[in-house]
């Protein structure tokens, strides 16, 4: 149940009274006994705000929300094959703040910052400070764009690219928009789901005016992340004009199930929102004990076509290092 004196705050209050302290996390849900099995990371700290988290289940130690963010001993086991940069990214930023994996697309990270610190992040070894674009770094990310004619879609992404103020992403928008090869603003965001006050009447207004067509990709692993507040939100999202996907990540025990992911089509569809991707786990290191094999991926998959219909089943994809497309998982490989 939402505490409506959380949501109540304008969501840059929200954002700043994250919780940061597994102690009083873990006392909110009524959870103290788990103290032994988590612990406090000097990296890539506990970071979720109390609008998500009251969205979760007091006393339950397996609650699909509180998993995802809560530190695990597990995320200290080294383990073969997961590595800090599992995408390569570093390989592909010829510009500070700009990936370039895509021919049609760039990826903009303007902000290493992110409402929440999801505990499977494949950017959680990412070095931002050496990456975040100065004020006068935005005339060589324009050259850059000019020079490559084949670019017509920008995505901001980080960190977060809605965890920013309204002043600042509104000078990235104008920025973009002022470039005329570019049809496209596509903003790649969790805050939705976890500050749905995000979504504000000025944010709205602003991409509703844009000369360019907004998507925004939020990332919702789970139906119990879209209430009836987020839910409202979002449709104002849309409302407003902005095509609004989802992308979620095949999580071992939190979504892994015929049953799980049904619900969360059917919840984000309900909300204005259409499934886009399924991604099976990016191999970073420090959430192995998130990962299923691609074979378990596959039989969802294909439990999902029977469930539900072709337009809420997301496409099972995987991304790999240098490779200039997200990679479909074949899906034919044991049938």
Known sequence: MINHLITQKNWQTQLSEAITSIDELLEILELQSLRSEVYVPKHFELRVPRAFVAKMTVGDRDDPLLRQVLPNHKEQMAVAGYVADPLAENAHNPVKGVLHKYQSRLLLT?????????????????????????????????????????????????????NVTNRRLFAWLDTLEAIGQLTTIRIHTRLPLVIPARLDDALLERLAQSRCQIVMVIHGNHANEIDALTAEYLQRARAAGITLLNQ???LKGINDSVSAQTALSQRLFAAGVLPYYLHVLDKVAGAAHFDSDEEFAIELYWSLLAKLPGYLVPKLVRELPNEPFKVPINVYNNK
């Open 110 to 162: 303007i902000t290493g910052a992110c409402a929440i610190h999801c505990r499977y992040c494949f950017r959680q070894h990412f070095d931002y400070s050496a990456n975040m674009p100065t004020a006068s770094a935005k005339q060589d990310i324009i050259d850059y764009i000019s020079a490559h004619p084949e670019i017509n879609e920008v995505i901001l992404s980080g960190g977060d690219p809605l």
């Open 248 to 250: 979620a990540v095949l």
